[in-house]
């Protein structure tokens, strides 16, 4: 009887001792958990480039203080690379170029981060798209799914207005029966992204079209207030909605000022990027600067009102593309697509002729060049910025390289890259130079620019 109740009092102890480590252990968890998920929301770029003799990787990606989402990208980047490599192993004398870049587009707390996905296998002219998009609810921290977000019924009601769009579009579209068939089935491909003026139905390439490019709907959201969680959305009228035009000309100088004076063209590639290039612009106004923006058709449609603001504040803005995709690689229809699709965006935002284009990476050849009706625009001096990542270094090379005439390269995806710029313009300013855009330039010089013509430098 004595070892009968020693064992239950050892039992009972146990059981108690166990029960308050268990409940320890899930205090602890829920702790730690609140810490990782419910820090002020911070959203950074991080830079990866790997070029070899057969393959170009370019990769800019997301990090957030949040360690579950930052983990399911890097696991997804591994594998998007792994595979890549793994493609390509046997085509050792032939480009191929695998590219991941990401866009985000703000709704009340909500960030719906799009991850675009893009490679290219030149032996067999293999292309291969996979977009993502994830939402970061900004308030918490925390991932969420679109299911929390929208109803089940929000592809049914925008069928017609994406039907409408597709229509209208001048793209060329697959037989009618196709479309419906696509269209019905909107739920297994099409991804939704939410800004602040509208929703956008992002279609990707080859389900609708032959276009290599993704195809982007707005939807207002007047059509939609019902289908969307008003947990995490509100809504204005719908004339709050709307994009104004340019309200300013362009903010011209007069450029009699900057005659006889030695003149620096900076210009920055890749962007608009946010908060960084709206710091840009706000400090280059401080010091009379003004430069030249290349811009990636597929990062502006969610910032329109940040490239209104660059417009009237007098930098020039020209085409980067659209997907930043090398253009020796592209048929004729793509070519078409990624010039005139960007034009046609940076256009209805400035209501002018996108007069400039930089080719990424700067790979052109005499058949583009005659093919594109516009300014090639290169550089002969750069930074490198996106290597170093340094802010004295890129201030120092800038200041090195200096010389009246020159087109600078730098990237304003990078806050080091706009420090940098800034520092060489304070310090240059002292040595007599001014900062002008591409443009004005040209015109102070005296020098037309022509299309179908490539310029290193304005001299």
């Known amino acids: 009887m004595d070892l009968l109740k020693g064992l239950v009092k050892k039992y009972q102890k146990w059981t108690i001792t166990t029960i308050l480590i268990l409940l320890l252990t899930i205090i602890i968890g829920i702790i730690i958990f609140q810490y990782n998920n419910n820090q002020e929301f911070k959203l950074e770029m991080e830079v990866i480039k790997e070029t070899k003799d057969n393959y170009n990787i370019e990769i800019n990606y997301p990090v957030l203080n949040n360690k579950g989402f930052n983990k399911k990208i890097t696991n997804l980047i591994t ?53 993502k998009i994830f939402y970061i609810n900004k ?11 929208v109803n089940s019924d929000i592809y049914t009601n925008i069928k017609e207005d994406c039907k409408n769009y597709l229509t209208n579009k ?21 991804l939704l992204a939410f800004s602040e003026e509208e929703m956008f139905v992002i279609i990707p390439p080859y389900k ?30 719908d004339e709050d909605y709307q994009v104004s035009g340019p309200t300013t000309n362009n903010q011209e100088r007069n450029l009699d000022n900057f ?7 900076i210009t920055f590639d890749d962007g608009p990027n946010y908060k960084v290039t709206k710091y840009l612009i706000d400090e280059l106004e401080k010091r009379n600067a003004r430069v030249t923006f290349f811009m990636v058709g597929n990062r502006i449609n969610s910032q329109k ?3 209104k603001e ?41 209501g002018e002729t996108v007069k400039y284009l930089r080719p990424p990476y700067g790979n052109y050849n005499k058949d583009i060049l005659n093919e594109i009706d516009m300014t ?24 090195t390289h200096a010389n009246d005439g020159n087109i600078i390269l730098l990237h304003d995806l990078y806050q080091t890259s706009v420090d940098g710029a800034l520092c060489a313009i304070d310090k240059l300013k002292n040595e007599g130079y001014e900062f002008v855009t591409i443009e004005e330039m040209a015109k102070i010089k005296g020098i037309e620019l022509k299309n179908h013509t490539a310029y290193r430098y304005i001299k």
């Open 79 to 131: 594998t998007e690379k792994n595979n890549f490599k793994q493609k390509i192993k046997d085509i050792p004398n032939t480009s191929n170029e695998l590219r991941i870049d990401y866009d985000y587009t703000l709704k009340d707390n909500i960030y719906s981060i799009h991850l675009l996905i893009y490679s290219y296998t030149g032996q067999n002219n293999e292309y291969y798209h996979n977009d």
């Open 139 to 149: 308030a918490t921290n925390q991932e969420l799914s679109l299911s929390d977000l």
């Open 170 to 190: 001048k793209i060329p579209l697959y037989e009618d029966n196709v479309i419906e068939q696509a269209l019905d089935n909107l739920a297994d491909f099409a």
């Open 208 to 237: 609708v079209s032959d276009n290599e490019m993704d195809i982007n709907i707005n939807i207002k959201y007047n059509k939609i207030k019902d289908d969307l969680n008003t947990k995490y959305f509100t809504f204005a009228k």
């Open 259 to 265: 005659k006889n004076k030695k003149l620096l063209a």
């Open 305 to 307: 009102e940040l490239v």
């Open 310 to 350: 660059i417009y009237e504040k007098g930098h020039t803005i020209g085409s980067h593309s659209y997907d930043h995709k090398s253009l020796t690689k592209l048929k004729e229809n793509q070519l078409k697509q990624e010039i005139d699709t960007t034009n046609e965006i940076i256009q209805s935002i400035t």
């Open 376 to 399: 090639f625009i290169l550089w002969n001096v750069d930074t490198e910025d996106w290597k170093s990542k340094d802010k004295d270094k890129v201030c120092n090379h800038i200041i």
